[in-house]
Protein backbone atom coordinates (compact mmCIF):
# COMPACT_ATOMS: atom_id res chain seq x y z
CA UNK A 1 0.00 0.00 0.00
CA UNK A 2 1.70 3.16 -1.22
CA UNK A 3 0.14 5.89 0.75
CA UNK A 4 -0.59 4.26 3.93
CA UNK A 5 2.89 5.77 5.42
CA UNK A 6 1.33 8.98 5.53
CA UNK A 7 -1.52 8.43 7.49
CA UNK A 8 0.93 8.29 10.30
CA UNK A 9 1.81 12.38 10.11
CA UNK A 10 -1.60 12.99 11.50
CA UNK A 11 -1.49 11.82 15.05
CA UNK A 12 2.39 12.70 14.60
CA UNK A 13 1.84 16.18 13.66
CA UNK A 14 -1.13 16.64 16.09
CA UNK A 15 0.85 15.48 18.88
CA UNK A 16 3.61 17.86 17.77
CA UNK A 17 1.39 20.74 18.02
CA UNK A 18 1.88 20.87 21.77
CA UNK A 19 3.95 19.53 24.59
CA UNK A 20 2.43 16.55 26.01
CA UNK A 21 0.22 17.70 28.83
CA UNK A 22 -0.64 15.86 31.90
CA UNK A 23 -3.90 14.69 29.74
CA UNK A 24 -3.26 11.12 28.71
CA UNK A 25 -4.91 8.00 29.33
CA UNK A 26 -4.89 4.19 28.10
CA UNK A 27 -7.73 2.46 26.82
CA UNK A 28 -8.71 -1.13 26.27
CA UNK A 29 -12.06 -1.79 24.12
CA UNK A 30 -13.34 -5.17 23.86
CA UNK A 31 -15.35 -5.34 20.32
CA UNK A 32 -18.17 -8.14 19.39
CA UNK A 33 -19.72 -7.90 16.55
CA UNK A 34 -20.80 -10.02 13.13
CA UNK A 35 -19.18 -10.05 9.49
CA UNK A 36 -21.20 -8.12 6.46
CA UNK A 37 -21.25 -10.34 3.38
CA UNK A 38 -22.15 -7.07 1.25
CA UNK A 39 -21.89 -8.98 -2.11
CA UNK A 40 -22.71 -12.13 -3.23
CA UNK A 41 -19.56 -12.20 -4.88
CA UNK A 42 -17.77 -13.46 -1.50
CA UNK A 43 -17.36 -17.20 -1.45
CA UNK A 44 -17.37 -17.37 2.46
CA UNK A 45 -20.39 -17.42 4.77
CA UNK A 46 -20.19 -14.60 7.10
CA UNK A 47 -19.20 -16.43 10.56
CA UNK A 48 -21.90 -15.94 13.58
CA UNK A 49 -19.48 -14.04 15.56
CA UNK A 50 -16.34 -11.75 14.77
CA UNK A 51 -14.36 -10.00 17.91
CA UNK A 52 -11.78 -7.48 18.63
CA UNK A 53 -9.40 -6.08 21.12
CA UNK A 54 -8.41 -2.22 20.96
CA UNK A 55 -5.90 -0.68 22.94
CA UNK A 56 -5.55 3.25 22.62
CA UNK A 57 -2.88 5.85 24.10
CA UNK A 58 -4.56 9.00 23.55
CA UNK A 59 -4.31 12.96 24.61
CA UNK A 60 -7.53 15.26 25.52
CA UNK A 61 -6.76 19.08 23.82
CA UNK A 62 -7.28 21.60 25.70
CA UNK A 63 -7.39 24.48 23.27
CA UNK A 64 -3.67 25.08 23.45
CA UNK A 65 -4.02 25.58 19.48
CA UNK A 66 -6.61 27.42 17.64
CA UNK A 67 -8.23 24.41 15.33
CA UNK A 68 -8.41 22.87 19.30
CA UNK A 69 -11.26 25.42 20.18
CA UNK A 70 -13.14 25.13 16.71
CA UNK A 71 -13.64 21.51 16.68
CA UNK A 72 -14.60 21.50 20.35
CA UNK A 73 -11.58 19.59 22.45
CA UNK A 74 -11.26 16.93 20.65
CA UNK A 75 -9.19 13.74 21.48
CA UNK A 76 -6.59 12.19 19.44
CA UNK A 77 -4.84 8.87 19.73
CA UNK A 78 -2.72 6.24 18.41
CA UNK A 79 -4.67 2.51 18.56
CA UNK A 80 -3.49 -1.13 17.80
CA UNK A 81 -6.75 -3.36 17.25
CA UNK A 82 -6.44 -7.27 17.09
CA UNK A 83 -9.15 -9.03 15.36
CA UNK A 84 -10.39 -12.15 15.09
CA UNK A 85 -13.14 -12.82 12.29
CA UNK A 86 -14.38 -16.20 13.24
CA UNK A 87 -13.78 -18.45 10.58
CA UNK A 88 -10.21 -20.39 10.12
CA UNK A 89 -10.67 -19.64 6.34
CA UNK A 90 -10.64 -15.67 7.15
CA UNK A 91 -8.36 -15.66 10.16
CA UNK A 92 -7.06 -13.26 11.79
CA UNK A 93 -6.15 -9.19 11.79
CA UNK A 94 -4.09 -6.35 12.95
CA UNK A 95 -4.42 -3.15 12.78
CA UNK A 96 -2.59 0.30 13.70
CA UNK A 97 -4.45 3.37 12.90
CA UNK A 98 -4.58 7.08 14.35
CA UNK A 99 -7.80 8.10 15.34
CA UNK A 100 -9.27 11.75 16.23
CA UNK A 101 -12.39 11.75 18.55
CA UNK A 102 -15.02 14.37 18.78
CA UNK A 103 -17.45 15.28 21.80
CA UNK A 104 -20.72 15.44 20.02
CA UNK A 105 -22.73 15.94 24.12
CA UNK A 106 -21.04 17.05 26.57
CA UNK A 107 -22.35 17.13 30.13
CA UNK A 108 -20.00 17.47 33.78
CA UNK A 109 -19.26 13.76 34.16
CA UNK A 110 -20.29 12.04 30.73
CA UNK A 111 -20.15 12.84 27.25
CA UNK A 112 -21.33 11.19 23.79
CA UNK A 113 -18.58 11.20 20.65
CA UNK A 114 -17.64 9.85 17.23
CA UNK A 115 -14.53 8.65 16.84
CA UNK A 116 -12.67 8.03 13.32
CA UNK A 117 -9.56 6.06 12.40
CA UNK A 118 -7.99 4.92 9.65
CA UNK A 119 -3.94 3.26 9.22
CA UNK A 120 -2.43 0.23 8.32
CA UNK A 121 -3.99 -3.60 8.67
CA UNK A 122 -2.10 -6.93 8.46
CA UNK A 123 -4.36 -9.95 7.76
CA UNK A 124 -2.98 -13.38 7.86
CA UNK A 125 -5.29 -15.28 5.48
CA UNK A 126 -5.70 -13.57 1.74
CA UNK A 127 -6.45 -14.94 -1.17
CA UNK A 128 -3.71 -17.35 -3.10
CA UNK A 129 -4.32 -19.62 -6.10
CA UNK A 130 -2.71 -22.41 -4.06
CA UNK A 131 -3.77 -24.17 -1.83
CA UNK A 132 -7.44 -24.65 -1.83
CA UNK A 133 -8.65 -23.21 1.04
CA UNK A 134 -6.58 -20.01 0.04
CA UNK A 135 -9.18 -19.77 -3.05
CA UNK A 136 -11.98 -20.03 -1.14
CA UNK A 137 -11.24 -16.53 0.36
CA UNK A 138 -11.73 -14.49 -2.01
CA UNK A 139 -12.48 -11.06 -0.37
CA UNK A 140 -8.93 -9.75 0.19
CA UNK A 141 -5.71 -10.47 -2.11
CA UNK A 142 -2.99 -8.99 -0.18
CA UNK A 143 -1.73 -9.14 3.34
CA UNK A 144 -1.13 -5.48 3.80
CA UNK A 145 -4.24 -3.58 4.33
CA UNK A 146 -5.88 -0.26 5.35
CA UNK A 147 -7.55 -0.09 8.34
CA UNK A 148 -10.16 1.99 8.89
CA UNK A 149 -12.15 1.91 12.36
CA UNK A 150 -15.30 4.05 13.11
CA UNK A 151 -17.19 4.21 16.61
CA UNK A 152 -19.54 6.20 18.23
CA UNK A 153 -19.98 5.69 22.06
CA UNK A 154 -21.19 7.14 25.36
CA UNK A 155 -18.07 7.92 28.11
CA UNK A 156 -18.76 8.30 31.86
CA UNK A 157 -16.07 9.17 34.67
CA UNK A 158 -16.17 6.99 37.12
CA UNK A 159 -13.59 8.40 39.75
CA UNK A 160 -10.97 10.95 39.02
CA UNK A 161 -8.41 8.67 37.37
CA UNK A 162 -11.17 6.19 35.72
CA UNK A 163 -14.17 5.98 33.09
CA UNK A 164 -16.00 3.64 30.90
CA UNK A 165 -17.14 3.68 27.40
CA UNK A 166 -19.69 1.66 25.25
CA UNK A 167 -21.00 2.08 22.08
CA UNK A 168 -21.42 0.88 18.39
CA UNK A 169 -18.09 0.42 15.64
CA UNK A 170 -17.81 -0.59 12.05
CA UNK A 171 -14.52 -1.51 10.96
CA UNK A 172 -13.15 -2.02 7.12
CA UNK A 173 -10.16 -3.60 6.13
CA UNK A 174 -9.46 -3.60 2.07
CA UNK A 175 -6.05 -2.69 -0.47
CA UNK A 176 -7.70 0.37 -1.95
CA UNK A 177 -7.75 -2.32 -5.55
CA UNK A 178 -4.01 -2.23 -4.99
CA UNK A 179 -4.39 -5.84 -5.73
CA UNK A 180 -7.22 -8.18 -6.36
CA UNK A 181 -9.69 -9.75 -5.25
CA UNK A 182 -10.41 -6.49 -3.43
CA UNK A 183 -14.20 -7.07 -1.43
CA UNK A 184 -12.79 -5.89 2.05
CA UNK A 185 -14.01 -7.05 5.08
CA UNK A 186 -16.61 -5.55 7.25
CA UNK A 187 -17.85 -5.83 10.54
CA UNK A 188 -20.39 -3.62 12.65
CA UNK A 189 -21.53 -4.79 16.49
CA UNK A 190 -20.78 -3.02 19.94
CA UNK A 191 -17.88 -2.54 22.43
CA UNK A 192 -17.29 -2.12 25.94
CA UNK A 193 -14.11 -0.97 27.73
CA UNK A 194 -12.26 1.10 30.47
CA UNK A 195 -10.00 4.25 30.10
CA UNK A 196 -7.29 4.81 32.82
CA UNK A 197 -5.86 8.67 32.88
CA UNK A 198 -2.71 8.97 35.24
CA UNK A 199 -2.66 11.96 35.80
CA UNK A 200 -6.82 12.64 36.47
CA UNK A 201 -9.31 13.53 33.96
CA UNK A 202 -8.78 16.42 32.35
CA UNK A 203 -11.28 18.98 33.66
CA UNK A 204 -9.61 21.72 33.14
CA UNK A 205 -10.74 22.48 29.62
CA UNK A 206 -11.68 26.43 28.75
CA UNK A 207 -12.50 28.33 25.52
CA UNK A 208 -9.96 31.59 24.92
CA UNK A 209 -10.69 34.40 22.74
CA UNK A 210 -9.07 33.25 19.35
CA UNK A 211 -8.06 36.30 16.92
CA UNK A 212 -9.25 37.00 13.31
CA UNK A 213 -7.67 35.19 10.64
CA UNK A 214 -6.98 35.17 6.85
CA UNK A 215 -9.70 33.56 5.40
CA UNK A 216 -7.82 33.49 1.26
CA UNK A 217 -9.02 32.60 -2.21
CA UNK A 218 -6.36 30.22 -3.55
CA UNK A 219 -4.69 29.14 -6.56
CA UNK A 220 -4.79 24.87 -5.79
CA UNK A 221 -2.39 22.93 -7.96
CA UNK A 222 -2.00 18.82 -7.40
CA UNK A 223 -0.32 16.17 -8.95
CA UNK A 224 -0.66 12.68 -7.94
CA UNK A 225 0.01 8.63 -8.71
CA UNK A 226 -1.50 5.39 -8.36
CA UNK A 227 -0.76 2.00 -9.39
CA UNK A 228 -3.91 -0.55 -9.78
CA UNK A 229 -4.00 -4.27 -10.89
CA UNK A 230 -5.79 -5.05 -13.96
CA UNK A 231 -9.40 -6.84 -12.81
CA UNK A 232 -7.64 -10.48 -13.07
CA UNK A 233 -6.33 -11.58 -9.56
CA UNK A 234 -2.08 -11.82 -10.41
CA UNK A 235 -2.71 -9.38 -13.31
CA UNK A 236 -0.58 -6.90 -14.36
CA UNK A 237 0.25 -3.42 -12.30
CA UNK A 238 -0.85 -0.69 -14.04
CA UNK A 239 -0.22 3.61 -13.41
CA UNK A 240 -2.09 6.43 -13.33
CA UNK A 241 -1.33 9.75 -13.36
CA UNK A 242 -3.51 12.86 -11.74
CA UNK A 243 -2.85 16.52 -12.30
CA UNK A 244 -5.48 18.72 -11.15
CA UNK A 245 -6.51 22.81 -10.92
CA UNK A 246 -8.76 24.30 -8.66
CA UNK A 247 -9.67 27.57 -6.79
CA UNK A 248 -9.81 27.21 -2.86
CA UNK A 249 -11.33 29.21 -0.11
CA UNK A 250 -10.45 29.34 3.66
CA UNK A 251 -13.78 29.52 6.14
CA UNK A 252 -14.27 29.65 9.27
CA UNK A 253 -10.80 29.35 9.70
CA UNK A 254 -11.45 25.58 9.71
CA UNK A 255 -13.00 24.39 7.06
CA UNK A 256 -11.84 25.07 3.11
CA UNK A 257 -14.21 24.70 0.03
CA UNK A 258 -12.67 24.15 -3.34
CA UNK A 259 -14.20 23.74 -7.33
CA UNK A 260 -12.17 22.73 -9.85
CA UNK A 261 -11.16 20.53 -12.97
CA UNK A 262 -9.28 17.08 -12.70
CA UNK A 263 -7.43 14.96 -15.36
CA UNK A 264 -5.88 11.69 -15.06
CA UNK A 265 -4.57 9.76 -17.80
CA UNK A 266 -4.77 5.79 -16.99
CA UNK A 267 -2.00 3.21 -18.77
CA UNK A 268 -4.90 0.40 -18.34
CA UNK A 269 -7.24 2.43 -20.66
CA UNK A 270 -3.87 2.91 -22.88
CA UNK A 271 -3.53 -1.03 -22.88
CA UNK A 272 -7.38 -1.85 -23.45
CA UNK A 273 -7.52 0.46 -26.54
CA UNK A 274 -4.40 -1.00 -28.03
CA UNK A 275 -4.89 -4.44 -27.41
CA UNK A 276 -8.54 -4.51 -29.12
CA UNK A 277 -7.99 -1.37 -31.84
CA UNK A 278 -10.06 1.01 -30.46
CA UNK A 279 -9.65 4.86 -30.88
CA UNK A 280 -6.39 3.66 -33.55
CA UNK A 281 -4.30 6.41 -33.39
CA UNK A 282 -5.17 8.40 -30.64
CA UNK A 283 -5.29 5.85 -27.99
CA UNK A 284 -3.15 7.85 -25.41
CA UNK A 285 -5.25 10.47 -25.80
CA UNK A 286 -8.79 8.97 -25.11
CA UNK A 287 -7.03 7.43 -22.49
CA UNK A 288 -7.23 10.55 -20.61
CA UNK A 289 -10.74 11.46 -18.64
CA UNK A 290 -11.34 15.02 -17.86
CA UNK A 291 -14.00 15.94 -14.83
CA UNK A 292 -14.95 18.30 -12.95
CA UNK A 293 -15.48 18.34 -9.13
CA UNK A 294 -16.30 19.85 -5.61
CA UNK A 295 -14.33 19.47 -2.34
CA UNK A 296 -14.28 20.23 1.09
CA UNK A 297 -11.47 19.93 3.42
CA UNK A 298 -11.27 19.69 7.03
CA UNK A 299 -8.36 21.80 8.68
CA UNK A 300 -7.13 20.44 11.97
CA UNK A 301 -3.54 22.41 12.17
CA UNK A 302 -1.57 21.27 9.23
CA UNK A 303 -3.76 18.09 8.75
CA UNK A 304 -6.61 18.16 6.40
CA UNK A 305 -8.96 15.61 5.68
CA UNK A 306 -10.57 16.20 2.07
CA UNK A 307 -14.00 14.56 0.77
CA UNK A 308 -14.34 15.03 -3.11
CA UNK A 309 -17.15 14.20 -5.42
CA UNK A 310 -16.56 14.61 -9.18
CA UNK A 311 -18.28 14.39 -12.65
CA UNK A 312 -16.88 12.94 -15.32
CA UNK A 313 -16.81 15.27 -18.53
CA UNK A 314 -15.49 12.19 -20.96
CA UNK A 315 -16.43 8.53 -20.51
CA UNK A 316 -13.99 6.96 -23.40
CA UNK A 317 -14.47 2.96 -21.94
CA UNK A 318 -18.15 4.27 -20.80
CA UNK A 319 -18.75 3.35 -16.95
CA UNK A 320 -20.16 5.41 -14.60
CA UNK A 321 -20.70 9.09 -14.32
CA UNK A 322 -19.06 10.31 -10.63
CA UNK A 323 -16.48 9.60 -8.50
CA UNK A 324 -15.53 10.47 -5.00
CA UNK A 325 -12.41 10.99 -3.51
CA UNK A 326 -11.63 11.04 0.78
CA UNK A 327 -7.96 11.27 2.14
CA UNK A 328 -5.17 13.29 4.14
CA UNK A 329 -3.54 16.36 2.96
CA UNK A 330 -0.39 17.01 5.44
CA UNK A 331 0.83 20.75 5.35
CA UNK A 332 4.38 20.86 5.87
CA UNK A 333 4.81 24.47 4.81
CA UNK A 334 2.33 27.87 5.12
CA UNK A 335 2.80 31.22 4.85
CA UNK A 336 -0.34 33.93 3.85
CA UNK A 337 2.72 36.57 3.43
CA UNK A 338 4.71 34.34 0.60
CA UNK A 339 3.57 34.01 -3.14
CA UNK A 340 4.00 30.84 -2.24
CA UNK A 341 1.28 30.15 0.10
CA UNK A 342 0.82 26.26 0.97
CA UNK A 343 2.27 23.07 0.27
CA UNK A 344 1.30 19.62 1.26
CA UNK A 345 1.29 16.03 0.87
CA UNK A 346 -2.01 14.12 -0.49
CA UNK A 347 -3.05 10.74 -0.07
CA UNK A 348 -6.85 9.48 -1.07
CA UNK A 349 -8.76 6.63 -2.14
CA UNK A 350 -10.52 6.81 -5.21
CA UNK A 351 -14.01 5.43 -5.70
CA UNK A 352 -16.92 4.82 -7.73
CA UNK A 353 -19.90 5.20 -5.24
CA UNK A 354 -18.90 2.23 -3.00
CA UNK A 355 -15.98 0.43 -5.63
CA UNK A 356 -12.37 1.47 -4.68
CA UNK A 357 -10.61 1.89 -7.95
CA UNK A 358 -7.11 3.00 -6.58
CA UNK A 359 -5.42 4.49 -3.77
CA UNK A 360 -3.49 8.29 -4.50
CA UNK A 361 0.02 9.75 -2.95
CA UNK A 362 0.98 13.10 -4.52
CA UNK A 363 2.22 16.59 -3.47
CA UNK A 364 0.22 19.61 -3.79
CA UNK A 365 -0.01 23.92 -3.45
CA UNK A 366 -1.31 26.73 -3.27
CA UNK A 367 -0.68 30.12 -4.54
Not at 179 to 186: D, E, L
Request: with cysteine; aromatic share 14%; net charge positive.
Amino acid sequence: MRLLFLLFFFPLSLFAQDNIPKSVSHGLNYLGGKMIVHTPKINITAPPYSQAIEYSYCKQTKGNRAWQQRYGFPEIGINIAAADFGDQKLGRAIGLYPSIQFRLINSKQSHWYFKLGGGIGLINKSWNRTPSEDTVNNIIGSTVNNFTMIQSGYRMNLNKRWSMQAGIHFYHISNAAARHPNYGINTIGGFLGLRYHPFGIADDIKKRPLKTEKNPLNLVLKYCIAFAEARTPDGPLYPYYHVTLAGSKLYNNKNRAMLGLDATYSAELYTTFKNNYKFIGTERQNAIRYSIFGAHEFVFGKVGLPLQIGAYLNRPNGGGRFYQKLGMNYHFYHNDNNRLKDAFLITQLFTELVNAQYAEIGFGIML
